[in-house]
């Protein structure tokens, strides 16, 4: 089966996404931050902290899952995406990571379709070709061997730069 079948991008804001999971791009105190983590905490209420409180925390390059409370999601996967620090201190392995762990925790508890964001290219400053690279790598390694479990992962871009990168990275897969 072609995995590429399964995945696509799309511009917009995470937290309107009606799919089995979003991804959250969190940090490891899960207490909720700015950029997406912001407004995932804001659109889903403050149950998800709460939530977020009784797990306790993540250590970067694991993920955590919550259900969605106010979202249209079901549920939220929180993962902690690595800082980007010059890439001499394991981001890449980190990243990629996050993407595979979420995943994992997706397919545990039987979610069919999960939206990421860019995790680590915000705040985090991971380089935004590189981490599509990572995301894009592992997605479709992940599809091609639970692809029958998994229908859709949606990246989602939140702006024109982000997604044109996943545009392009993703074409190029296709070939
Ligand atoms: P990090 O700390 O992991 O870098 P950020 O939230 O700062 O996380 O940024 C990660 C990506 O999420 C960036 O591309 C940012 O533009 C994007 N982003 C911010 N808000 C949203 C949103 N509501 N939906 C989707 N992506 C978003």
Not at 88 to 103: I, K, P
Not at 128 to 141: D, S
């Amino acid at each position: 089966m072609n995995p590429m079948r399964n995945v696509s991008v799309v511009q917009g804001d995470i937290t309107t996404f009606d799919v089995d999971a979003i991804v959250n791009a969190a940090n490891t105190s899960l207490r909720g931050g700015g950029g997406v983590d912001g407004a995932i905490h804001r659109a889903a209420g403050p149950q998800l902290l709460q939530a977020c409180e009784r797990i306790g925390g993540c250590p970067t390059g694991e993920a955590r899952i919550t259900p969605g409370f106010g979202l249209p999601a079901r549920h939220v996967v929180h993962t902690v995406g690595p800082v980007w620090g010059g890439g001499t201190r394991g981001e890449a392995d980190l990243l990629a990571s996050c993407y595979r762990t979420s995943l994992a925790l997706a397919l545990e508890h039987g979610l069919r379709t999960i939206a990421f964001p860019a995790i680590s290219t915000g705040v985090y400053r991971f380089p935004l070709e590189r981490a599509t690279r990572i995301a894009v790598r592992e997605v479709t390694a992940f599809l091609s061997t639970h692809g029958d479990a998994i229908d859709q992962v949606t990246f989602v871009a939140f702006d024109r730069e982000t997604f044109e990168t996943y545009r392009r990275v993703l074409a190029e897969e296709q070939k």
